[in-house]
């Protein structure tokens, strides 16, 4: 069993900021690719961000210069800080990981639950 769990969303004005936190946990043996996916009302879901075991990151364009993504490795958890918050950036956000369950078995995708993120004054 793994379990990613999100914590750190929640009502902020714009140009505020938030933390959104991911930590995954259970029968692990190795996480690639961890990554924060947002759905806002009436749209699909789409890449905010991603980071690489070794530290590379991709950004959506809409947040880039804004959101800063990064990992602890040690600690299995992934980070989004979001800064100068806007409207449009209200959505539902999802974090993702991809991991192996057991040495030499697939790598495969994991969801969190979601949180919300509400940008409005």
């Known amino acids: 069993q793994v379990q990613l769990v999100e914590s750190g969303g929640g009502l902020v004005q714009p140009g505020g900021s938030l933390r959104l936190s991911c930590a995954a946990s259970g029968s692990i043996n190795s996480i690639n690719t961890m990554g924060w996916y947002r759905r806002a009302p009436g749209k699909q879901r789409d890449l905010v961000a991603r980071i690489t075991t070794g530290g590379s990151t991709d950004y959506a364009d809409s947040v880039k210069g804004r959101f800063t993504i990064s990992r602890d490795n040690a600690k299995n958890t992934v980070y989004l800080q979001m800064n100068s918050l806007k409207p449009e950036d209200t959505a539902v956000y999802y974090c993702?990981?991809?991991?192996?369950?057991?040495?030499?078995?697939?790598?495969?995708?994991?969801w969190g639950q979601g949180t919300q993120v509400t940008v409005s004054s």
């Open positions: 993702n990981a991809v991991i192996q369950r057991a040495w030499g078995s697939p790598y495969y995708d994991y």
